[in-house]
């Protein structure tokens, strides 16, 4: 992170600021993807032990959610990157395109997360 | 007329901003509650398979941070519904530097739930589940 560029300032206005704190977010959502993949090869493992069908549906659950989580940290980097010409704007209508464009991955990240949790809680549920 | 005008547009300004900050600051709610629930698990986790005191004593570190966390969001929540119910001032920096110090809170207290969820599941795969 950036943190003097990505600094509020007296002088930013509204766009500014929303833009600035959705750069913030965008870094939190990508490190939170990060960490899940990591997570994902723990719960393998965890799900490794002789627990019959459900273990092993539920480990072609999480593989299918390894992917599903690649791809979306691919496709947050590659959103983190266009925003990089951001200062370019010049009008309103390009400042709202990115902060629509922001809510839609913010809907995808909600609803990655909003799965793994199911599947992760599943998991739990059957080794405890 | 023309001052009443430009009041409304502040007004609406403000309570636009302090709307989306209310929303943000949901969600961050909602991810501390979930991580509430997940130490519960790994609670249970811990008391059947792995039973010792460093992991036990973190444990409780990590949930005695979380609530804390929750606890000062929560009592931001009310300051924030407070402003947008009193105060007719134009969204200020103070309002925006605030939001910024609570995400670096909440951003903190995950990161480190993050750490102790990696080391709680190195130690588990040391063991055979079951």
Same mark, same amino acid.
């Given at each position: 992170? /950036?943190?003097?560029?990505?600094?509020?300032?007296?002088?930013?206005?509204?766009?500014?600021?929303? *833009?600035? !704190? /959705?750069? $913030?977010? =965008?870094?939190?959502?990508?490190?939170? =993807?990060? #960490?899940?993949?990591?997570?994902?090869? +723990?719960? *393998?493992?965890?799900? &490794?032990?002789?627990?019959?069908?459900?273990?092993? #549906?539920? &480990?072609?659950?999480? %593989?299918?959610?390894? /992917?599903?989580?690649?791809?979306?940290?691919? !496709?947050?980097?590659? $959103?983190? &990157?266009?925003? %990089?010409?951001? @200062?370019?704007?010049? %009008?309103?209508?390009?400042? !709202?395109?990115?902060?629509?464009?922001?809510?839609?991955?913010?809907?995808?990240? $909600?609803?990655?997360?909003?799965? +793994?949790?199911?599947?992760?809680?599943?998991?739990?549920?059957?080794?405890? | 007329?023309?001052? @009443?005008?430009?009041?409304?547009?502040?007004?609406?300004?403000?309570?636009? #901003?302090?709307?989306?900050?209310?929303?943000?600051?949901?969600?961050?709610?909602?991810?501390?509650?979930? /991580?509430?629930?997940?130490? %519960?698990?790994?609670?249970?986790?811990?008391?059947?398979?792995?039973?010792?005191?460093?992991?036990?004593?973190?444990?409780?570190?990590?949930?005695?941070?979380?609530?804390?966390?929750?606890?000062?969001?929560?009592?931001?929540?009310?300051?924030?519904?407070?402003? =947008?119910?009193?105060?007719?001032?134009?969204?200020?920096?103070?309002?925006?530097?605030?939001?910024?110090?609570? !995400?670096?809170?909440?951003? @903190?207290?995950?990161?480190?739930?993050?750490?102790?969820?990696?080391? #709680?599941?190195?130690?588990?795969?040391? $063991? @055979?589940?079951?």
């Amino acid at each position: 992170m /950036n943190n003097k560029s990505q600094a509020i300032f007296f002088h930013d206005d509204e766009h500014n600021i929303s *833009h600035k !704190r /959705n750069t $913030y977010e =965008l870094e939190h959502w990508i490190s939170h =993807l990060i #960490f899940i993949a990591k997570e994902i090869d +723990y719960l *393998h493992k965890m799900c &490794k032990t002789d627990k019959g069908k459900e273990c092993y #549906f539920l &480990k072609i659950e999480l %593989d299918r959610n390894k /992917n599903k989580n690649k791809q979306l940290i691919s !496709r947050l980097e590659k $959103y983190g &990157k266009s925003r %990089d010409i951001l @200062n370019e704007c010049e %009008d309103m209508e390009c400042d !709202r395109l990115f902060i629509h464009h922001h809510e839609i991955y913010r809907s995808k990240y $909600y609803r990655f997360i909003a799965e +793994y949790r199911a599947i992760k809680e599943k998991l739990f549920n059957l080794i405890t | 007329m023309l001052l @009443n005008s430009n009041l409304e547009k502040i007004n609406e300004t403000k309570s636009f #901003f302090i709307k989306k900050d209310l929303l943000e600051l949901q969600h961050w709610l909602t991810k501390l509650e979930e /991580n509430h629930q997940e130490l %519960d698990y790994v609670q249970v986790i811990h008391q059947q398979i792995i039973q010792d005191t460093e992991t036990a004593y973190s444990l409780q570190q990590e949930r005695r941070k979380n609530t804390l966390a929750l606890a000062s969001l929560c009592k931001y929540e009310q300051q924030l519904k407070k402003v =947008l119910e009193y105060s007719y001032e134009v969204y200020d920096l103070d309002l925006a530097h605030q939001h910024e110090k609570k !995400r670096v809170e909440f951003i @903190n207290t995950d990161k480190s739930f993050f750490a102790f969820k990696i080391s #709680f599941y190195k130690k588990l795969s040391k $063991y @055979n589940i079951r």
